[in-house]
């Protein structure tokens, strides 16, 4: 398996929803990242979880809570979020962090909408 | 990883000829990563130069690491309207964290 898996690829919530992504991969990869991209703009990064710790906050608001809870599954919790959160968020892994040999795996993307 | 200046923002291309994307930096790059991105989709890894002077090839493309490690380019030669979509060049960090920073991309369009 070669896939990073992000589900769900679609979300709409509201202001005061409370609404969890995730993200699944089975290559073994011990580095595992979320970022955010806008539209005609690159990925910017979030968080990176190393060996399921978080080693990185890009200083992302706390309306933003990541988790990883084994070295195969990274969720991203979602709350009072405001409408220029609205974004595609992405997943990624790599062998571990400071390792990229083969470059970072993104998932497919959660298209993000906050009405 | 460090800033990444990439030029230019968008490319129209007729098919058949060639792209090129460029990407600077101010200080010295440990490495150069390159991803594309179709429309709609998701970024999707390339290749990896880490040597200065390094050259690789994929088929039509062409990716290169200057002498300085300041600068790389990726070129397509004969573009089809399969090449259409951002390329980023990114770097990994020099540290243990494996941060990846984007260049601002460089949107091909290929009109057949």
């Known amino acids: 398996d070669t896939e990073v898996t992000q589900t769900p690829k679609h979300l709409v919530m509201g202001m005061t929803n409370k609404k969890s992504l995730k993200c699944e991969q089975h290559?073994?990869?011990?580095?595992m990242y979320w970022y955010k991209q806008k539209a005609k703009k690159p990925p910017e990064l979030m968080f990176v979880?190393?060996?399921?710790?978080?080693?990185i906050n890009e200083s992302v608001p706390s309306r933003f809570s990541p988790e990883c809870p084994n070295s195969s599954l990274l969720n991203l919790h979602l709350h009072a979020l405001q409408p220029e959160d609205s974004a595609l968020y992405l997943c990624?892994?790599?062998?571990?962090?400071?390792?990229?040999?083969?470059?970072?795996?993104f998932g497919s993307g959660t298209r993000l909408t906050v009405v | 990883g460090q800033q990444v200046m990439q030029i230019p923002q968008y490319q129209h291309v007729q098919e058949g000829e060639d792209f090129t994307t460029y990407c600077n930096s101010s200080?010295?790059?440990?490495?150069i990563q390159w991803y594309k991105q179709r429309p709609g989709g998701h970024p999707v890894f390339l290749i990896q130069?880490?040597?200065?002077?390094e050259v690789k090839k994929q088929k039509r493309l062409t990716f290169q690491f200057g002498e300085a490690k300041k600068n790389s380019s990726l070129h397509i030669t004969a573009t089809q309207t399969t090449d259409v979509g951002t390329y980023f060049c990114?770097?990994?960090?020099?540290?243990?964290?494996?941060?990846?920073?984007f260049g601002q991309g460089t949107i091909l369009t290929v009109h057949p």
């Open positions: 990624a892994s790599s062998q571990e962090a400071g390792r990229w040999i083969y470059g970072y795996t």
């Open positions: 130069l880490v040597k200065s002077g």
């Open positions: 990114a770097n990994a960090g020099g540290t243990s964290y494996g941060k990846l920073t």
């Open positions: 979880y190393s060996y399921e710790k978080l080693s």
């Open positions: 290559m073994g990869h011990r580095a």
């Open positions: 200080t010295t790059l440990s490495n």
